[in-house]
């Protein structure tokens, strides 16, 4: 609720399902610049 700045519990969980979506394709991303990276490190 605080993240989105939504003012009601109601208004949080109609639009859970997209944060949970968007956390989802964060993380994915993430995870890609972080296997990206340890491609490039020669230390390893």
């Not at 949080?12 to 993430?30: K, M, P």
């Amino acid at each position: 609720m605080n993240r989105l700045g939504h003012s009601s519990p109601n208004a949080a969980l109609r639009y859970q399902h997209a944060t949970v979506e968007r956390d989802r394709s964060i993380a994915e991303g993430l995870g890609r610049l972080w296997d990206a990276g340890r491609e490039g490190d020669s230390t390893g």
